[in-house]
């Protein structure tokens, strides 16, 4: 242009005369209705509008805090225990101490919220360790059921399988934060699980040399940065990870991390532990005969942060997991419960789906019993007990639909040991 004069024109706002060099000194101009915002407007406005925004959230934090205060009085520790209760058999120890961590976890953030002291209590993040089938996974979805923070669960093995450094760990936060509704605010306070922990554990233990598996290290050191407190970043959902992907940061700081698994083999760490430091105050005391192996349950109530580190998790890691929780395995008995106690007892469920079809399902006692012993045999806990019923169940279920007719179907021992088949009759004074 040959006037090379800088224009002048006036902000509709504040009314004042602008130079204007180029489009930033009037970033809002209409030509047509010569509407105009100078720069300085704009700043205003954008201050007054952070200023706004930053009550807001402060405003929100508050009115968590106050929440939290609701959410402390029907979560107590005993509570929360009674509900875990009606699922899950035994394992009271776990219970309990799952309780009080979800409990303190509540009250650690209500503490931060509500106190500016710089004083911070510690989070103290569980590893729940029991053999194949016991409850772990259970009770911790049963747990989630009841919580009033964000709950993920990612499987820890998955993390390896991709195979590379450290790249695959973010997942869990991720899940966390679409379990938070995408609020990153509320996925802060959430609690992930990380299942089938064991398996990044280093192949052969503390003398295996980093190089040897470099994947297992390398995904223990970046769940430490996670579990240590760090922002971790991720993309979204099926959006592929290239350099101008939008990503999302999430504070791990006051995330609770619940770690379990079935840590197989931990039980020859143990026993050579005892065996070495000699005394007789070891396990040897304690068992009758020389030739008698010490069973896994004694031995794993015993485990120390030594022979996690042992069975190949690095000691920063196991640092940051303060309570170690051992749970039992599960006998006979406690199978039996298993099948017909807990409210979505596997018996209660197939009595349900057969009286759709009005049939009444009944279990004679001794088939109980043999069902709990074929799980038993099968070591893999109760994690066997459905699929042996289901075995049993098929046939019923693929001929009781056939009439509408009341009848009683009776499965007893024979048929759980021998496959018999199981007797149905009508039930008396009921037919037409
Ligand atoms: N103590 C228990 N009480 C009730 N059900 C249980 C218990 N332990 C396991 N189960 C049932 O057995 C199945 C497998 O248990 P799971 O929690 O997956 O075992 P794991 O300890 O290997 O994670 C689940 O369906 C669960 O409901
Ligand atoms: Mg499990």
């Known amino acids: 242009m040959p006037n090379s004069e800088p224009v002048k024109h006036q902000c509709s706002f504040c ?162 934060y679409y379990a938070a509704d995408r609020n990153i605010e509320k996925a802060e306070h959430g609690i992930i699980y990380l299942d089938e922990f064991d398996k990044i554990a280093r192949k052969s233990g503390a003398n295996n040399s980093i190089t040897a598996d470099p994947g297992h290290e390398g995904v223990q050191q970046a769940l430490l940065k996670m579990l240590e407190g760090n922002v971790v970043e991720f993309t979204a959902r099926g959006q592929r990870k290239h350099p101008e992907a939008p990503t999302i940061k999430v504070d791990t700081t006051n995330i609770l991390f619940i770690v379990g698994g079935a840590f197989v083999g931990i039980e020859d760490v143990i026993a050579k532990r005892l065996n070495q430091s000699g005394s007789s105050i070891g396990f040897g005391a304690e068992v009758a005969s020389k030739d008698e192996k010490p069973s896994y349950d004694e031995l794993i109530h015993k485990v120390r942060p030594e022979d996690l580190m042992h069975y190949g998790i690095i000691p920063e890691i196991i640092g940051r997991l303060p309570v170690i929780c051992t749970l039992e395995t599960l006998d006979e008995d406690a199978l039996l419960r298993i099948l017909t106690e807990p409210v979505n007892a596997p018996v209660k469920q197939y009595e349900k789906l057969l009286a759709m079809d009005h049939a009444k399902l009944e279990f004679a006692e001794d088939a109980l019993r043999a069902v709990a012993q074929k799980a038993i045999e099968r070591k893999t806990g109760a994690r066997s007990l459905k699929g042996i019923i289901e075995d049993i169940m098929l046939d019923i279920m693929f001929d009781i639909p056939r009439s509408d007719e009341p009848r009683k179907v009776i499965i007893t021992k024979d048929c759980i040991e021998n496959g018999a088949r199981p007797e149905i009759v009508p039930i008396p004074g009921s037919a037409e």
């Open 15 to 176: 009314k004042r005369m602008v130079t204007v060099h180029n489009q930033y000194d009037l970033p809002i101009y209409d030509p047509a209705t010569g509407f105009a915002i100078c720069r300085n407007c704009i700043r205003e406005i954008n201050h007054f509008l952070d200023e706004h925004d930053q009550e807001t959230v402060h405003e929100e934090k508050l009115d968590f805090a106050r929440q939290l205060d609701e959410i402390l009085a029907k979560n107590k520790p005993h509570v929360i225990k009674a509900f875990l209760d009606k699922y899950i058999i035994n394992q009271d120890r776990a219970k309990k101490i799952l309780s009080v961590a979800v409990y303190n976890h509540y009250k650690r953030m209500k503490y931060s919220y509500t106190h500016k002291d710089g004083m911070e209590i510690e989070k103290s993040n569980v590893i729940m360790l029991g053999p194949s089938g016991c409850g772990k996974t259970a009770l911790v979805s049963h747990l989630s059921q009841l919580l009033d923070v964000p709950f993920a669960v990612t499987d820890a093995s998955s993390l390896t399988e991709a195979g590379f450094v450290g790249a695959d760990v973010e997942v869990a936060v991720r899940n966390l």
